[in-house]
């Protein structure tokens, strides 16, 4: 099974500034690689998939970078409605796919 | 644009079974077009896909929970289901449904949508 580690656990960042979210796999996933983002009380929703394809609706400011073991999500310039938990998930080698435990992105 | 309801008992005892069903409305699960899954979440193991199942009833299960998991699906009320026999407390979590695309015959192994979850404690 994958292992999927996120770091930091929690970002803290101001609104208007650039937030960077890193995910690492325990072995290479190619480009197999989504992000989601959590607000409280909500289900998860889909960012980013095949590691730098934005999902439908998602916006500009969200981008995902990355292959192999080493996974970037970059929000540019942070909106009050980005301070979120976000999850990074494999889908190479499955079953099963595996998540992240997640990053809590906070208002500094 | 389709949406994801889960349903079932929010308490349920240690060694019994967890039933739950998420209801699809706004498309139909015998389209063809996408796989179903379940995927539950607990402070104590984060994120975790327990199975998915297609519309002819072909399914994959995580290896750890296969021998407790099963999934079915029932097209004619647009629903599918889960059981978790054999639970415990570890198993208290709260349990989305999601769906996955399937497209020229490669499945998209992400989830989009969700549904908004429904906790489930175990405990007598």
């Known amino acids: 099974e994958i292992v999927m580690t996120q770091s930091p656990a929690t970002l803290s960042v101001s609104p208007g500034e650039r937030a960077t979210l890193s995910c690492r796999a325990s072995?290479?996933?190619?480009?197999?690689l989504a992000w989601y983002q959590q607000k409280p009380g909500q289900a998860p929703r889909l960012l980013i998939y095949d590691a730098s394809t934005r999902a439908t609706g998602i916006p500009a400011r969200f981008s995902g970078s990355g292959s192999g073991t080493e996974f970037t999500l970059t929000i540019s310039s942070l909106q009050s409605e980005d301070f979120a938990v976000y999850f990074c998930q494999q889908y190479n080698n499955w079953p099963p796919y595996t998540f992240g435990q997640g990053t809590r992105l906070e208002i500094k | 644009q389709v949406q994801l309801q889960e349903s079932g008992p929010g308490l349920v005892k240690p060694s019994q079974t967890l039933s739950l069903t998420c209801t699809v409305s706004?498309?139909?699960?015998?389209?063809?077009?996408?796989?179903w899954s379940w995927i539950r979440q607990s402070p104590g193991k984060g994120l975790e896909w327990i199975g998915y199942?297609?519309?002819?009833?072909?399914?994959h299960y995580n290896p750890s929970l296969k021998s407790r998991v099963s999934i079915s699906v029932d097209t004619s009320k647009n629903q599918f289901s889960l059981k978790l026999s054999s639970v415990t407390a570890a198993d208290t979590a709260v349990y989305y449904c999601?769906?996955?695309?399937?497209?020229?015959?490669?499945?998209?192994?992400?989830?989009?949508?969700w549904g908004q979850g429904t906790l489930v404690t175990v405990s007598s």
């Open positions: 706004g498309g139909s699960i015998s389209s063809g077009d996408y796989y």
């Open positions: 199942i297609y519309y002819s009833g072909s399914t």
């Open positions: 072995q290479s996933v190619s480009s197999n």
């Open positions: 999601a769906r996955s695309q399937y497209q020229l015959l490669v499945i998209e192994h992400w989830f989009d949508p």
